[in-house]
């Protein structure tokens, strides 16, 4: 009698890729992309109203920064001469001016990340893997501006009920991946050592997302 091979788990390791990386390209596309539409000559900011009165595209610059004076500060925006504003703190402006501090969390956060998605248990879980390339990506879009730009382009706007600091497509994967993770830990019982994992995770992400 024939034993039927056991059939390999299926990883889902190219899904943590492809979500890394595209939410990377999609994020550091937007910045560009929105910058350098919005450029304006006249004036130091440019604007999209998506609804009115509450939710709007800002693309905001420095005007003490002169890219020929300055050559930390080259010509940062296609298109344009002006340095884009960037938040060079945390998450509702503390901590400014600690862009390397931020920097370095960034570092220290995508390298768990990278690690722990190594992990045979977590390339087999889809949501988990899902989680993890939204952070990774959110995690690298930021870290990227912090090292070419000292600081990080936000251009969401959200002012409705509340006005929240303005943000970027790599805040919002942070978020969503956080969550996610949270969901992880205390929600969908993964097995005990993926347990004790995601809610390390869970803390990292935040940590990733609040440092923004």
Not at 164 to 176: G, M
């Amino acid at each position: 009698m024939m034993t039927a091979m056991p059939t390999a788990a299926r990883s889902y390791r190219w899904l943590f890729v492809a979500l890394a990386f595209g939410g990377l390209l999609a994020d550091q596309v937007t910045k560009y992309a929105l910058f350098a539409g919005l450029y304006n000559e006249s004036r130091n900011e440019g604007k999209i109203e998506v609804i009115p009165d509450a939710f709007h595209i800002v693309a905001r610059f420095d005007p003490s920064v002169d890219p020929y004076r300055d050559r930390l500060a080259p010509l940062r925006t296609i298109g344009g001469e002006r340095q884009p504003h960037v938040n060079r703190g945390a998450l509702f402006g503390i901590g400014q001016g600690n862009n390397l501090f931020f920097g370095l969390v960034s570092v220290a956060a995508a390298t768990f990340i990278l690690v722990w998605s190594s992990r045979a248990a977590a390339v087999r879980d889809r949501f988990l893997c899902v989680a993890l390339g939204l952070i990774l990506a959110g995690t690298l879009g930021n870290l990227y501006d912090r090292l070419v730009f000292d600081g990080v382009r936000d251009f969401f706007h959200w002012f409705r009920w509340y006005d929240w600091p303005v943000f970027n497509v790599a805040d919002v994967c942070l978020v969503i991946g956080a969550g996610m993770l949270l969901l992880e830990a205390f929600v969908r019982k993964p097995v005990s050592e993926v347990a004790g994992e995601a809610v390390a995770a869970a803390r990292s992400a935040v940590v990733s997302a609040v440092e923004r």
